[in-house]
C-alpha cells in the first residue's frame, strides 16, 4: 500500500542518513577517488544482487566505479 511504501523509504531515509551519507554524501555523489558514489553508479547497477550484498554487509578492495578506481 502507499502507506507502506512511504513507512519503508522513511526507514531507507534514516538508514542512509545513519549509516551511508558521511562518506557517501547526502545525494549519495560520494567524494571522487575517496568513496564511490551510489547514486548513478554503475558499478551498483550492473549487478542488484552483488549491489545489497555489499550494502548489507560492506566491502573491502578495489573497485572501479563509473570509470574510477576506488
Do not use: F
Not at 542512509?16 to 553508479?41: F, R
Amino acid at each position: 500500500s502507499q502507506d507502506d511504501l512511504k513507512a519503508s523509504m522513511t526507514r531507507g531515509k534514516d538508514v542512509y542518513l545513519s549509516y551511508c551519507m558521511n562518506c557517501h554524501m547526502e545525494n549519495g555523489e560520494g567524494i571522487t577517488a575517496v568513496y564511490p558514489p551510489l547514486a548513478k553508479a554503475d558499478y551498483l547497477l550492473a549487478d542488484r544482487k552483488r549491489a545489497i550484498v555489499q550494502i548489507i554487509k560492506g566491502v573491502n578492495g578495489p573497485m572501479q566505479v563509473n570509470g574510477i578506481q576506488y
